[in-house]
C-alpha cells in the first residue's frame, strides 16, 4: 500500500469551507478544519495534484510533525525525533522561512526558527555522518506553527505562494490576491452560462479568475513548485501526470460573457495582458468606463466586484458618493446579484439597502466584508420535449 501523507492548506480566515470542498472534489479525505487552514491526507501525487489544481489555498504544506512543547528543550529534541532524512538529502538546502506563535510560552519567533533548524542539522549530521552540510541542493523550505503549544511543523511544497498563478505581470495600487477573487466566486452561484461584470476590474483578476474557472483551467498549469524536485518523495512522471490530469479537464471551447471596466486606461491595458498571459483573453470583454455609466440590457448577471474603500480614497465625501453610485447602478439593473468585498463599514448605508448576506473576511490584515445582494434565480431552461 502507497504512503500516506498529512497536508496542511493554509488559506485566508473566513474561507475554511471552501477549501474544504475542493480538496473534497479532488476525493482526499479532510482530517481537519482550523482557523486560517484545512489539513487533509493523500498519497504522494496528491501533493502535485493539490499544488496545479486547488484555487483557495495560499500554498500546501507537507506536515513533518505535530508535538507538544513548553520549553525550547522540548521544541529541540521533538524536532530533532522526526526522520528528516526521509524528505531532505544530503545536500539539501534547508531552513525555516516562517515561524507564527499564539497563546504559547515559545514567544520568539526568531529563537523557534533558531532552534528548529539546529535541530535539523543535529539530526542529518548524525544521520549521513557529516560535520558540515554544504546546502547547495535543492529546496527544503519548512513552516512552523505554534498554538497553544501545541506544534506542527512542515515542509513547504509550494514555495512561491499560490496565488501568485504566473498571469499577473502587471498589477494595481490595491489588488485583490487570486486566490482570494477565486474563493469570493465560488461563494456565489455564478456560473460560466451567466454574465458576470466587474465595474472596478483593476488588473483584471475577478474575470480572469473567473474564466479560468468556467474554462475549468488548473490556477497553477503554467508555475512551477519547490516540491518539483523533492526526488525522495516525487518524481518528473508525477508532476507529468498531476499536470496531464488538468488539462484533460479543461473545456476551453465554451462562450463565457465576462466583462471588466475601470476607469483607468492603464489599468484595463494592463488587464488585457494579464488576460492574455493567462490564456483567456478570449472569454473577457474589457473597457474603459465609468462605474455610473455601467448599463446592461440582459437579465440574471453578477456584478462581482472590489470598489475602492479608503485606503485609495482619501475624502470620506468620495466614497460616501462612489458607493451611492454603486447602488444606484445596481438598482437599474434587471434582476441582477452584486457581491462585493469591502472594508469600508458604511457601505450598505449609501449602497441604500442592507446586504442580504454579509460574511466577514480577513484580506491580509485588513479586516473586510463581502457583501451579497441576491438577485432572483433566473428560470428553468426547457429541456426538450419527449415525443
Known sequence: MEELYTLIAPCHFGLEAVLKKEIQSL????????????????????????????????????????FTAASFDELFESVKAIPWERYIPRNGRFWVTKATTNRSQLFSASAIQSIVKKAMVDRLR???????FTEDGEDYPVRVFILKDRVTIGLDSSGVSL?????????????????????????????????????????????????MLGANIAPGIKRNFTAEKWRKLLTEDDWEKAREEAKSLE?????????????????????????????????????????????????????????PYGERLSEKVELEELYRTIGEVYRRLDKWSMYLITS????????????????????????????????PKPPARPTGVIK
Request: with cysteine; net charge positive; hydrophobic share 35%.
Open 344 to 375: 469600508y463599514e458604511e457601505a450598505e448605508k449609501y449602497i441604500g439597502r442592507k446586504a442580504d448576506k454579509n460574511r466577514k473576511i480577513y484580506n491580509g490584515m485588513i479586516r473586510s466584508y463581502f457583501y451579497q445582494y441576491l438577485g
Open 251 to 307: 473545456h476551453r471551447d465554451i462562450t463565457m460573457h465576462l466583462q471588466g471596466y475601470d476607469l483607468d486606461g492603464e489599468m484595463v491595458r494592463c488587464a488585457r495582458e494579464n488576460a492574455r498571459a493567462a490564456g483567456v483573453e478570449q472569454y473577457i470583454h474589457f473597457q474603459e468606463r465609468d462605474v455610473a455609466d455601467l448599463r446592461h440590457p440582459k437579465p440574471y448577471g453578477f456584478l462581482v466586484t472590489n470598489p
Open 163 to 211: 496565488h501568485k498563478r504566473g498571469y499577473r505581470k502587471l498589477v494595481g495600487k490595491a489588488p485583490i490576491s487570486e486566490t482570494l477573487a477565486a474563493a469570493l466566486l465560488m461563494l456565489t452561484p455564478w456560473r460560466s452560462d451567466r454574465i458576470l461584470v466587474d465595474p472596478f476590474c483593476g488588473s483584471g483578476t475577478f474575470p480572469i479568475e473567473a474564466a
Open 126 to 132: 548524525k544521520t549521513y555522518h557529516v560535520e558540515h
Open 27 to 66: 476525493d482526499y479525505p479532510i482530517l481537519s478544519v482550523e482557523d486560517g487552514r484545512v489539513v487533509f491526507q493523500g498519497d504522494r501525487l496528491a501533493i502535485a495534484r493539490s499544488n496545479i489544481r486547488i484555487r483557495t489555498a495560499e500554498r500546501i504544506l507537507l506536515s513533518c510533525g505535530e
